[in-house]
C-alpha cells in the first residue's frame, strides 16, 4: 500500500501569505495525484488533479506541481475562505486509495 | 449537476450491520465512473471503504474487506454499503463520492460528494 505524509501537520500563516503544502508518497505515483480542501462540516472539494490540473471552478491562486513522490499545493495568495485543512490523495494500482492524514491551514 | 445523498440509520448497535444508500440524481449510476464509500471518524482524517462500478465490479480497501459489501441497483440509480460486525471505531461520518477521469491520463479522482451522514455505533 502506498503511504501518503503531509507535512506540516498545521501551517499558521496571515490572509495575504504564500500558503505551502507537501505531500510525499512511499513510493511512485507518477503524477497521479489529488488535493482536497475540506471545512468543517463539509465534504472535501477536489482542487487540484494528476497533481497540476485545477478542477472546475478553482480560483488561480491554487496551484500543483510535483511528480514521482513529491508533491506541492500552493495558494500564492490565501483568502479567508482558504483557512480549511488540505488532504492529499491517490489511487494506487487503481485498485486501492489513499489519503494523506492532512494539513490544517489556520490563521495566524 | 450530479447530486448524491447518503440515507441509512444513525445508530448502529455493536456487532450489528451498518446499512447506507446512495442516491444519485443529475447523472446515470450506469456512466463511466466509479462509485465509493469515504468515511471519516470524528476529528480525523478520510478513509476510503471501497468502490463499485456499474458493471458490479468492485474493489475494498484490504483492512476493511472481510466486512464490507458494496453493491449497485442500476433501476433506482444508487448504490450501497454494508459494513458487519461493527464496533465503536466504526463511527464516523460516512460519504459517497463519484470518482471521474480526464483522458488520457489513466487516474481517477473524487468529483462529487454528498455532504455525509454520520453514523454512531454504540449500545
Known amino acids: 500500500e502506498i503511504v501518503l505524509t503531509q507535512s506540516p501537520a498545521t501551517l499558521s500563516l496571515s490572509p495575504g501569505e504564500r500558503a505551502t503544502l507537501s505531500c510525499r508518497a512511499s513510493?511512485?505515483?507518477?503524477?497521479?495525484l489529488a488535493w482536497y480542501q475540506q471545512k468543517p462540516g463539509q465534504a472535501p472539494r477536489l482542487l487540484i488533479y494528476d497533481a497540476s490540473n485545477r478542477a472546475t471552478g478553482i480560483p488561480a491562486r491554487f496551484s500543483g506541481s510535483g511528480s514521482g513522490t513529491d508533491f506541492t499545493l500552493t495558494i500564492s495568495s490565501l483568502e479567508p475562505e482558504d483557512f480549511a485543512v488540505y488532504y492529499c490523495q491517490q489511487r494506487s494500482n487503481w485498485l486501492t486509495w489513499t489519503f494523506g492524514q492532512g494539513t490544517k491551514v489556520e490563521i495566524k | 449537476q450530479v447530486q448524491l445523498q447518503e440515507s441509512g440509520p444513525g445508530l448502529v448497535k455493536p456487532s450489528g450491520t451498518l446499512s447506507l444508500t446512495c442516491a444519485v440524481s443529475g447523472g446515470s449510476i450506469s456512466s463511466s465512473n466509479w462509485w465509493s464509500w469515504v468515511r471519516q471518524p470524528p476529528g480525523k482524517g478520510l478513509e476510503w471503504i471501497g468502490e463499485i462500478y456499474h458493471s458490479g465490479s468492485t474493489n475494498y480497501n484490504p483492512s476493511l474487506k472481510s466486512r464490507v459489501t458494496i453493491s449497485v441497483d442500476k433501476s433506482k440509480n444508487q448504490f450501497s454499503l454494508k459494513l458487519s460486525s461493527v464496533t465503536a471505531a466504526d463511527t464516523a461520518v460516512y460519504y459517497c463520492?463519484?470518482?471521474?477521469?480526464?483522458?488520457?491520463?489513466?487516474?481517477?479522482?473524487?468529483?462529487?460528494w454528498g455532504q455525509g451522514t454520520l453514523v454512531t455505533v454504540s449500545s
Open positions: 463520492a463519484r470518482a471521474f477521469r480526464a483522458p488520457p491520463a489513466p487516474a481517477y479522482y473524487f468529483d462529487y
Open positions: 513510493q511512485s505515483v507518477s503524477s497521479y
